[in-house]
Protein backbone atom coordinates (compact mmCIF):
# COMPACT_ATOMS: atom_id res chain seq x y z
CA UNK A 1 0.00 0.00 0.00
CA UNK A 2 1.30 3.18 -0.75
CA UNK A 3 -0.32 6.61 0.87
CA UNK A 4 0.82 9.87 0.22
CA UNK A 5 -1.16 13.78 0.81
CA UNK A 6 -1.81 16.57 -1.50
CA UNK A 7 -3.77 19.64 -1.14
CA UNK A 8 -7.02 20.96 -2.42
CA UNK A 9 -5.81 22.31 -5.91
CA UNK A 10 -4.43 19.24 -7.35
CA UNK A 11 -7.61 17.20 -7.48
CA UNK A 12 -6.73 16.74 -10.89
CA UNK A 13 -4.20 13.59 -9.18
CA UNK A 14 -6.92 11.78 -7.57
CA UNK A 15 -9.24 12.19 -10.52
CA UNK A 16 -6.53 10.23 -12.49
CA UNK A 17 -5.88 7.11 -10.17
CA UNK A 18 -9.62 6.66 -9.32
CA UNK A 19 -9.46 2.89 -10.22
CA UNK A 20 -7.22 2.70 -7.83
CA UNK A 21 -8.44 4.19 -4.44
CA UNK A 22 -10.23 1.98 -2.24
CA UNK A 23 -9.83 3.82 1.58
CA UNK A 24 -10.25 7.14 1.57
CA UNK A 25 -8.90 9.40 5.13
CA UNK A 26 -9.86 12.66 5.10
CA UNK A 27 -8.28 14.81 7.49
CA UNK A 28 -8.74 18.96 7.90
CA UNK A 29 -4.88 20.47 9.22
CA UNK A 30 -6.86 22.45 11.19
CA UNK A 31 -8.30 20.59 13.29
CA UNK A 32 -7.48 18.55 16.26
CA UNK A 33 -8.37 15.33 15.08
CA UNK A 34 -8.12 13.28 11.86
CA UNK A 35 -11.93 12.78 11.52
CA UNK A 36 -13.80 15.14 9.04
CA UNK A 37 -16.96 16.90 10.11
CA UNK A 38 -18.60 18.40 7.16
CA UNK A 39 -21.01 20.76 9.57
CA UNK A 40 -17.99 22.18 11.18
CA UNK A 41 -16.05 23.24 7.83
CA UNK A 42 -19.39 24.44 5.83
CA UNK A 43 -18.45 27.96 5.01
CA UNK A 44 -16.54 27.27 2.15
CA UNK A 45 -19.72 26.93 -0.29
CA UNK A 46 -17.95 24.21 -2.68
CA UNK A 47 -17.61 20.64 -2.20
CA UNK A 48 -15.22 18.26 -2.82
CA UNK A 49 -15.68 14.22 -4.66
CA UNK A 50 -14.58 11.14 -3.27
CA UNK A 51 -15.31 7.40 -3.50
CA UNK A 52 -15.95 5.27 -0.22
CA UNK A 53 -14.81 1.46 0.54
CA UNK A 54 -17.13 0.26 -2.00
CA UNK A 55 -17.08 3.19 -4.71
CA UNK A 56 -19.79 4.99 -4.62
CA UNK A 57 -19.19 8.45 -5.04
CA UNK A 58 -19.70 10.51 -2.28
CA UNK A 59 -19.98 14.40 -1.83
CA UNK A 60 -19.57 16.51 0.48
CA UNK A 61 -18.91 20.43 1.72
CA UNK A 62 -15.47 21.30 0.94
CA UNK A 63 -13.17 22.74 4.15
CA UNK A 64 -11.21 25.77 3.32
CA UNK A 65 -8.02 23.57 4.22
CA UNK A 66 -8.43 20.61 3.29
CA UNK A 67 -5.25 17.33 2.95
CA UNK A 68 -6.27 13.94 1.65
CA UNK A 69 -4.49 10.95 2.95
CA UNK A 70 -5.21 8.14 -0.09
CA UNK A 71 -4.09 5.10 0.57
CA UNK A 72 -4.24 2.72 -2.66
CA UNK A 73 -3.12 -1.25 -3.40
CA UNK A 74 -1.89 -1.52 -6.61
CA UNK A 75 -1.71 -5.22 -6.53
CA UNK A 76 -5.36 -5.78 -6.98
CA UNK A 77 -5.91 -3.37 -9.75
CA UNK A 78 -2.49 -3.97 -11.68
CA UNK A 79 -2.57 -5.52 -15.54
CA UNK A 80 -6.29 -6.59 -15.52
CA UNK A 81 -9.66 -5.27 -14.76
CA UNK A 82 -11.29 -3.97 -11.90
CA UNK A 83 -14.94 -4.85 -10.47
CA UNK A 84 -16.55 -1.39 -12.07
CA UNK A 85 -14.77 -3.19 -15.36
CA UNK A 86 -12.28 -0.59 -15.82
CA UNK A 87 -9.21 -1.56 -18.12
CA UNK A 88 -5.82 -1.23 -16.69
CA UNK A 89 -2.72 -1.85 -18.69
CA UNK A 90 0.26 -1.55 -16.75
CA UNK A 91 1.44 2.28 -15.98
CA UNK A 92 -2.01 3.85 -17.83
CA UNK A 93 -5.45 3.57 -16.45
CA UNK A 94 -8.22 2.81 -19.49
CA UNK A 95 -11.48 3.30 -19.03
CA UNK A 96 -14.04 2.98 -22.10
CA UNK A 97 -11.34 3.62 -24.74
CA UNK A 98 -10.36 6.42 -22.77
CA UNK A 99 -6.57 6.90 -21.51
CA UNK A 100 -7.41 8.54 -17.58
CA UNK A 101 -3.94 8.62 -16.34
CA UNK A 102 -0.54 7.67 -16.87
CA UNK A 103 1.55 7.10 -13.74
CA UNK A 104 4.57 5.49 -14.90
CA UNK A 105 8.41 7.05 -15.19
CA UNK A 106 9.05 6.02 -18.81
CA UNK A 107 10.79 8.61 -20.72
CA UNK A 108 10.05 6.74 -24.31
CA UNK A 109 5.93 6.25 -23.56
CA UNK A 110 3.83 3.75 -26.34
CA UNK A 111 0.50 4.65 -25.26
CA UNK A 112 -1.25 0.68 -25.83
CA UNK A 113 -3.29 0.35 -29.05
CA UNK A 114 -7.00 0.29 -29.04
CA UNK A 115 -7.19 3.94 -26.86
CA UNK A 116 -9.59 6.22 -28.92
CA UNK A 117 -8.91 8.95 -26.73
CA UNK A 118 -6.04 10.53 -24.53
CA UNK A 119 -7.67 11.90 -21.85
CA UNK A 120 -8.36 15.50 -19.98
CA UNK A 121 -4.93 16.41 -17.92
CA UNK A 122 -4.00 12.46 -18.38
CA UNK A 123 -0.33 13.38 -18.60
CA UNK A 124 0.04 16.03 -17.09
CA UNK A 125 2.87 17.47 -15.30
CA UNK A 126 4.74 14.43 -16.06
CA UNK A 127 8.31 15.47 -15.37
CA UNK A 128 9.76 12.19 -16.88
CA UNK A 129 8.10 11.71 -20.30
CA UNK A 130 10.47 12.85 -23.10
CA UNK A 131 8.94 11.01 -26.06
CA UNK A 132 4.99 9.56 -27.07
CA UNK A 133 3.87 7.32 -29.28
CA UNK A 134 0.27 7.17 -30.35
CA UNK A 135 -1.44 4.72 -31.99
CA UNK A 136 -3.55 4.67 -35.14
CA UNK A 137 -6.84 4.10 -32.92
CA UNK A 138 -6.43 7.61 -31.33
CA UNK A 139 -8.81 9.98 -32.17
CA UNK A 140 -9.06 12.46 -30.00
CA UNK A 141 -6.30 14.68 -27.53
CA UNK A 142 -8.33 16.24 -24.65
CA UNK A 143 -7.82 19.40 -23.04
CA UNK A 144 -4.57 19.66 -21.09
CA UNK A 145 -3.48 16.27 -21.64
CA UNK A 146 0.52 16.67 -22.45
CA UNK A 147 -0.17 19.89 -19.72
CA UNK A 148 3.22 21.25 -18.37
CA UNK A 149 4.89 17.66 -19.49
CA UNK A 150 8.52 19.50 -19.79
CA UNK A 151 11.10 17.84 -20.80
CA UNK A 152 8.69 16.02 -24.05
CA UNK A 153 10.36 16.83 -27.09
CA UNK A 154 8.56 14.41 -29.74
CA UNK A 155 5.54 13.08 -30.41
CA UNK A 156 5.27 10.28 -32.93
CA UNK A 157 1.55 11.13 -34.81
CA UNK A 158 -0.41 8.55 -36.94
CA UNK A 159 -1.16 9.57 -40.19
CA UNK A 160 -5.05 9.27 -39.16
CA UNK A 161 -6.79 12.69 -38.46
CA UNK A 162 -6.49 13.24 -34.57
CA UNK A 163 -8.96 16.14 -33.25
CA UNK A 164 -6.76 17.95 -30.58
CA UNK A 165 -7.87 20.24 -28.21
CA UNK A 166 -6.67 23.52 -26.98
CA UNK A 167 -4.01 23.60 -24.54
CA UNK A 168 -3.72 20.06 -25.07
CA UNK A 169 0.10 20.81 -25.21
CA UNK A 170 0.67 23.47 -23.24
CA UNK A 171 3.83 24.24 -21.55
CA UNK A 172 5.56 22.09 -23.85
CA UNK A 173 8.43 24.53 -25.27
CA UNK A 174 10.88 21.68 -26.21
CA UNK A 175 8.18 20.37 -29.20
CA UNK A 176 8.63 23.73 -30.78
CA UNK A 177 10.80 23.89 -33.72
CA UNK A 178 13.50 26.33 -33.76
CA UNK A 179 11.55 29.28 -34.81
CA UNK A 180 9.23 28.61 -31.75
CA UNK A 181 6.66 26.92 -33.61
CA UNK A 182 4.51 23.98 -32.24
CA UNK A 183 3.11 21.53 -34.37
CA UNK A 184 0.90 18.58 -34.46
CA UNK A 185 -0.32 17.41 -37.41
CA UNK A 186 -1.02 20.36 -39.58
CA UNK A 187 -2.34 22.17 -36.70
CA UNK A 188 0.11 25.17 -35.38
CA UNK A 189 -0.60 24.33 -31.62
CA UNK A 190 1.44 27.08 -29.47
CA UNK A 191 4.09 29.66 -30.87
CA UNK A 192 7.06 30.78 -28.20
CA UNK A 193 9.01 32.44 -30.29
CA UNK A 194 9.99 36.88 -30.12
CA UNK A 195 9.65 37.69 -33.49
CA UNK A 196 8.08 41.27 -34.67
CA UNK A 197 7.25 39.44 -38.05
CA UNK A 198 5.99 35.81 -38.13
CA UNK A 199 4.92 33.90 -41.37
CA UNK A 200 3.05 31.26 -40.29
CA UNK A 201 4.93 27.76 -42.00
CA UNK A 202 3.19 26.17 -45.26
CA UNK A 203 2.97 23.30 -43.10
CA UNK A 204 0.36 24.39 -40.99
CA UNK A 205 -3.85 24.46 -42.15
CA UNK A 206 -4.97 25.09 -38.46
CA UNK A 207 -3.49 27.91 -36.49
CA UNK A 208 -5.17 26.75 -32.96
CA UNK A 209 -7.48 28.43 -30.58
CA UNK A 210 -5.15 30.51 -27.91
CA UNK A 211 -1.69 29.44 -30.07
CA UNK A 212 -0.88 33.09 -29.78
CA UNK A 213 -2.71 34.68 -27.11
CA UNK A 214 -1.08 37.13 -25.18
CA UNK A 215 2.07 37.66 -27.51
CA UNK A 216 3.28 40.87 -26.65
CA UNK A 217 6.10 40.93 -29.69
CA UNK A 218 4.35 40.15 -32.87
CA UNK A 219 4.13 43.24 -34.94
CA UNK A 220 3.20 41.70 -38.23
CA UNK A 221 1.42 38.31 -39.18
CA UNK A 222 1.62 36.55 -42.81
CA UNK A 223 -0.88 33.94 -43.02
CA UNK A 224 0.69 31.21 -45.11
CA UNK A 225 -0.36 29.87 -48.51
CA UNK A 226 -1.84 26.46 -46.86
CA UNK A 227 -3.93 28.18 -43.66
CA UNK A 228 -7.36 27.12 -43.84
CA UNK A 229 -8.47 28.18 -40.59
CA UNK A 230 -7.83 30.61 -37.98
CA UNK A 231 -9.24 29.04 -34.77
CA UNK A 232 -11.20 30.59 -31.93
CA UNK A 233 -8.85 33.40 -29.92
CA UNK A 234 -6.06 32.38 -31.59
CA UNK A 235 -4.37 36.13 -31.21
CA UNK A 236 -6.13 37.09 -28.02
CA UNK A 237 -4.56 40.51 -26.99
CA UNK A 238 -1.49 40.32 -28.77
CA UNK A 239 -0.90 44.04 -27.53
CA UNK A 240 1.50 44.63 -30.27
CA UNK A 241 0.13 43.63 -33.91
CA UNK A 242 -0.60 46.72 -36.31
CA UNK A 243 -1.02 43.89 -39.52
CA UNK A 244 -2.33 41.01 -40.65
CA UNK A 245 -1.83 39.79 -44.35
CA UNK A 246 -4.41 37.12 -45.40
CA UNK A 247 -3.65 34.45 -47.51
CA UNK A 248 -6.19 33.41 -49.80
CA UNK A 249 -6.22 30.12 -48.45
CA UNK A 250 -8.06 31.06 -45.19
CA UNK A 251 -12.07 29.92 -45.28
CA UNK A 252 -12.87 30.62 -41.47
CA UNK A 253 -11.81 33.03 -39.43
CA UNK A 254 -12.85 31.57 -35.52
CA UNK A 255 -14.62 33.68 -32.84
CA UNK A 256 -12.45 36.14 -30.75
CA UNK A 257 -9.37 35.19 -32.98
CA UNK A 258 -8.21 38.59 -33.16
CA UNK A 259 -9.85 40.51 -29.80
CA UNK A 260 -8.09 42.94 -28.25
CA UNK A 261 -5.51 43.37 -31.07
CA UNK A 262 -5.58 47.36 -30.18
CA UNK A 263 -2.71 48.58 -32.40
CA UNK A 264 -4.23 46.78 -35.51
CA UNK A 265 -5.59 49.51 -37.62
CA UNK A 266 -7.01 47.76 -41.24
CA UNK A 267 -7.62 44.45 -42.64
CA UNK A 268 -8.16 42.97 -46.07
CA UNK A 269 -10.37 40.03 -46.22
CA UNK A 270 -9.92 37.84 -48.91
CA UNK A 271 -12.64 36.33 -51.25
CA UNK A 272 -11.67 32.34 -49.84
CA UNK A 273 -13.24 33.32 -46.28
CA UNK A 274 -16.77 31.66 -45.95
CA UNK A 275 -17.07 32.45 -42.42
CA UNK A 276 -16.14 35.02 -40.10
CA UNK A 277 -17.75 34.51 -36.13
CA UNK A 278 -18.65 36.64 -33.28
CA UNK A 279 -16.44 38.78 -32.18
CA UNK A 280 -13.76 37.94 -34.11
CA UNK A 281 -12.17 41.47 -34.54
CA UNK A 282 -14.13 43.07 -31.02
CA UNK A 283 -11.89 45.23 -28.80
CA UNK A 284 -9.33 46.16 -31.74
CA UNK A 285 -9.98 50.02 -30.94
CA UNK A 286 -7.61 51.15 -33.54
CA UNK A 287 -9.31 49.08 -36.42
CA UNK A 288 -10.98 52.04 -38.75
CA UNK A 289 -11.21 50.17 -42.21
CA UNK A 290 -11.96 46.44 -43.18
CA UNK A 291 -12.43 45.69 -47.23
CA UNK A 292 -14.45 42.45 -47.75
CA UNK A 293 -16.56 40.44 -49.64
CA UNK A 294 -20.08 41.34 -50.31
CA UNK A 295 -20.81 37.74 -49.61
CA UNK A 296 -19.89 38.31 -46.02
CA UNK A 297 -21.88 41.11 -45.14
CA UNK A 298 -24.03 39.28 -42.74
CA UNK A 299 -21.36 38.69 -40.54
CA UNK A 300 -20.11 42.29 -39.99
CA UNK A 301 -22.02 43.20 -37.09
CA UNK A 302 -21.04 40.29 -34.57
CA UNK A 303 -17.78 40.20 -35.67
CA UNK A 304 -16.84 44.20 -35.81
CA UNK A 305 -17.45 47.23 -34.32
CA UNK A 306 -20.00 49.88 -34.84
CA UNK A 307 -17.37 52.26 -36.09
CA UNK A 308 -15.74 50.83 -38.52
CA UNK A 309 -15.54 51.70 -42.13
CA UNK A 310 -16.23 48.59 -44.23
CA UNK A 311 -15.06 48.55 -48.16
CA UNK A 312 -17.49 45.56 -49.67
CA UNK A 313 -15.86 44.17 -53.04
Known amino acids: KEAFEFGQNN ?15 FMCNSADTDDYDPDEYDECGGFYEHYDIDGNEVKDECPKELYIKV ?9 GESEDGERIKGDFNVEDGCLLGYWGKDKNVIIPDGIEVIGYRSFEENKNVEEVTIPDSVKEIESYAFNGCTKLRKVNMPDSQIEIADDAFSGCKLMANEDGFLIVNDTLVNYYGNKE ?12 GYSFKNNSSIKKVIIGNHVEIIDYNAFENCSSLESIELSNSVKEIGSSAFIRCSPLESVAIPESVKKIDGWAFHECSSLKKVSLPKKLKKYVKKAFEEEVEFIYY
Open 11 to 25: WGILQRQKPLLFGVE
Open 71 to 79: ESDYDDYYD
Open 197 to 208: CVEIPDNVKTIG
